[in-house]
Each structure stands twice: as C-alpha cells, then as structure tokens.
C-alpha cells in the first residue's frame, strides 16, 4: 500500500510558477513510476507529465512540454510538478499517482494508487 500526500497547490496570477509536491509512504516509493493528472469539474481528466522509477524519463503532455517539469527524489519519497508560465486553462485539481506498469509514461491512466490531490487557481 502507497499513500500519497499532494501539496503545494494554491492561486496564482497567468504567468505564475508553483511547485506542487507529493510525498509518499512506504518504503517501495522508488519502485513505483509516478505520475500528476489534473480533473476540471465538466471536464475529462487530463495527463500531464510522468516519471519512471529512477527518473530517468519522464514524459509529458503536449501542452505542458517547456512548461512543466517533474522530478522525484528516492531519498525523499516525494515527487515534484514544478508549474511555469502558468496559464489560467491550467487550473484544475491536480492528483499524483503512483504505478507499477509504465502506461503512465505512455500518457495512460493506469496506477495502483493515487493521492487525495490540491487545487491550483491561475487568475487571469
């Protein structure tokens, strides 16, 4: 079992930055690919950026390419969104999950686990 804990969410002006966090129990975090998706109330869930276990690669929706980044550090157990030239299309309920099979590196909504998530508001 893997919890994770999502943070780092808030309002911020278009053109803002934010770095969301998700920290993770257990001790098998870094076995896990881990990915951030986001959920607009109408809207379908959309995928936005992935990381294989060792960080090594990563991958990202088209629309955030030169704009988002994740990372993760083993050693910390958490997984990071760093957010730039944020748009106010990018607001949304962002949720970080976690995931044996590398689908999510493929932009597909399979994992195991997934965290409560935060919100993020770009005002415009």
């Known amino acids: 079992q893997v919890q994770l804990v999502e943070s780092g969410g808030g309002l911020v002006p278009a053109g803002g930055s934010l770095r969301l966090s998700c920290a993770a129990s257990?001790?098998?975090?870094?076995?896990?690919?881990m990915g951030w998706f986001r959920q607009t109330p109408g809207k379908e869930r959309e995928f936005v950026a992935a990381?294989?276990?060792?960080?090594?690669?990563?991958y990202y929706a088209d629309s955030m390419k030169g704009r988002f980044t994740i990372s993760r550090d083993n050693g910390k157990n958490t997984v990071y969104l760093q957010m730039n030239s944020l748009k106010p299309e990018d607001t949304a309920f962002y949720y970080c999950?976690?995931?044996?099979?590398?689908?999510?590196?493929?932009?597909?909504?399979?994992?195991?686990?997934r965290g409560q998530g935060t919100q993020v508001t770009v005002s415009s």
């Open positions: 999950a976690a995931g044996r099979s590398a689908a999510m590196l493929r932009g597909l909504y399979e994992y195991n686990f």
């Open positions: 257990g001790r098998t975090f870094s076995s896990y690919h």
């Open positions: 990381i294989s276990t060792s960080g090594g690669t990563t």
